[in-house]
């Protein structure tokens, strides 16, 4: 009588005929259960089309961020001009809307200028509490 023997043969290979089916899935399960934040960007309130409002000058601060990064500001129809970095807009806005409450940042930008001098004047701007900003062209020259 012939015993026949079931050979145990361990496989030293990992089956990957179903590699790619649970690949797939796991793509669609995290494709579809990610929560991706809300980008609120700036909150900006833009004047209706027909509405022109006249700001006495008293009541502008007059920033221009320069190609260097520097930053000129000067108040209102004054001839005096102040050149700061960018940082010491913090301060110098909180000294100024101590003396008149009612001011408002114009900030202009050169076209030359990096953005990124805009984003760091704005930046101070805001630490500084500044709510009432008017970003403004410049002309090139």
């Known amino acids: 009588m012939a015993i026949l023997r079931k050979k145990s043969k361990v496989s030293d290979e990992i089956p990957s005929s179903s590699m790619a089916d649970i690949a797939f899935l796991l793509l669609i399960f995290f ?3 990610t929560i991706f934040p809300r980008d609120r960007g700036l909150q900006i309130v833009l004047p209706e089309a027909d509405q022109e409002i006249e700001i006495p000058q008293r009541n502008i601060l007059h920033i221009n961020v320069q190609p ?11 001839e005096q001009e102040t050149t700061v970095a960018p940082r010491d807009m913090q ?3 909180r000294q100024e809307v101590a003396e008149n409450p009612n001011l ?6 050169h076209p030359d200028a990096e953005h990124r001098y805009m984003i760091q004047t704005l930046d101070a701007l805001q630490l500084a509490g500044s709510t009432r900003i008017s970003l403004q062209i410049q002309d090139g020259g």
Do not use: C, H, P
């Open 31 to 33: 494709l579809v259960t």
């Open 68 to 78: 260097n990064g520097m930053v000129v500001y000067r108040r209102g129809d004054s």
């Open 104 to 109: 408002i940042a114009g900030v202009q930008t």
């Open 91 to 93: 301060q110098i806005w």
